[in-house]
């Protein structure tokens, strides 16, 4: 892990302001247990002291609410109530479990509103179950976070780089492309395919904001530079006609997206090239060139080298798109600083950043202008957009 990412940086001293003083007052109130006492028996602080208690415990519980998702997705239990509720005992014969462990499943998960037990003890879709319901995106997402919460059952090791977490490896080129120029030919197609396909599977989550927020019917090529499999791509051929596309990538992930063109019909209007878009020349001729959930994986300095190598890749007029989850987006702050942020420190590279903080870097890599623009679902992305010219 790059340390030097880690490691805090000086800065002047200040004074707290008049509302951080009393923010900090307040906080070192509640924290006396007679203040608590008194907090919870007072009828007019009770609704609050009860609501504070709930969010601390699900933040306690957090696991086990997640692991009751992981079993429904694992025994398949939205995509079978798809077409309408469904006896328990049915359920529980289609999932090969107990009639008793799966009321105790279904009555976990209708707590947390994926199912819904009604009367008869019939079991349907609950309100926050309904949208997994073949979302092969969510569900990728859901079996891909065993690595990771297997990497976070010592939180304290990961925060101080002892042994190697799984996610390091579920992602064998990352290292690779941060160690220095060049990779490895060992990066052979079957060490990449397992990440690509998580990507391929959760992009167009991040698409449909990307394309709803910005329109790249304006451009004659568009490439997409870290485009892993082509899913970013696919998707603004399925809306915007007319636009030719390209992806850039390592060879072996190239190679995979090349023949998803020719499965998908998009032969002769997308290409994908090869090569260390850290060390190599991007292909010349976009208008426009798109990184989506790119930057974040790397450290400062690689990303500021990545800017710039974009930045010569366009021309005077060019446009580049970046879309990623990002640092202190107000409403959304815990996805991320708190998820991304410890999602990427178990990768072992790169971090979320703010808007502000990627306009620094774009501006320092020679562009012009930068603004952001807003979305749908800033959970899922921001996006901004950097011109060459003002």
């Not at 499943?105 to 994926?114: K, R």
Request: aromatic share 8%.
């Amino acid at each position: 892990m790059d340390r030097a990412e880690t490691r805090p940086q000086a800065g002047p001293r200040r004074s707290p302001t008049l509302a951080e003083r009393f923010r900090d007052w307040k906080h070192r109130t509640i924290a006396r247990p007679g203040f608590q006492k008194w907090a919870a028996a007072f009828p007019l602080t009770r609704p609050v002291a009860r609501k504070h208690a709930r969010e601390l415990f699900d933040l306690l519980a957090g696991f086990v609410y997640s692991q009751i998702l992981l079993a429904c997705v694992r025994l398949d239990v939205f995509r079978m109530l798809a077409d309408g509720p469904l006896p328990l005992a049915i359920v529980a014969e289609r999932c090969g479990l107990s009639l008793e462990a799966t009321r105790r499943l279904v009555a976990a998960a209708d707590s947390l509103e994926l199912l819904d037990l009604q009367s008869g003890d019939l079991v349907t879709l609950g309100r926050l179950g309904a949208p997994l319901v073949a979302n092969e995106a969510i569900t990728a997402m859901v079996e891909h976070h065993a690595t990771l919460y297997g990497d976070l059952t010592d939180p304290v090791a990961l925060l101080r780089g002892q042994g190697r977490p799984a996610m390091a490896g579920y992602w064998p080129y990352a290292a690779a492309a941060d160690a220095g120029p060049g990779l490895p030919a060992t990066l052979a197609t079957e060490k990449v395919a397992e990440y690509s396909k998580l990507m391929t599977a959760s992009q167009p989550l991040v698409a449909r904001e990307v394309i709803a927020a910005y329109r790249f019917g304006r451009h004659k090529v568009l490439m997409d530079v870290g485009g892993g499999e082509g899913a970013f791509v696919r998707c603004v051929a399925a809306e915007v006609p007319g636009v030719e596309l390209r992806v850039f990538d390592l060879p072996a992930v190239a190679e995979r997206a090349n023949e998803n063109f020719r499965r998908w019909g998009l032969a002769g209007r997308a290409q994908a090239f090869g090569g260390d878009f850290f060390a190599d020349e991007l292909p010349r001729g976009a208008d426009v060139i798109s990184l989506v959930r790119v930057a974040f994986d790397h450290p400062d300095e690689r990303v500021l080298t990545l800017f710039k190598n974009v930045r010569r890749a366009l021309p005077d007029n060019g446009t580049l798109v970046l879309a990623e989850a990002m640092a202190e987006v107000p409403g959304v702050e815990p996805i991320g600083d708190a998820y991304f942020g410890f999602y990427l420190l178990a990768m072992g590279r790169g971090r979320p950043r703010s808007a502000a903080r990627l306009t620094q870097l774009l501006h320092e890599a020679g562009f012009a202008s930068v603004r952001s623009l807003p979305t749908h679902m800033p959970l899922q992305a921001g996006v901004l957009v950097a011109r060459c010219t003002a």
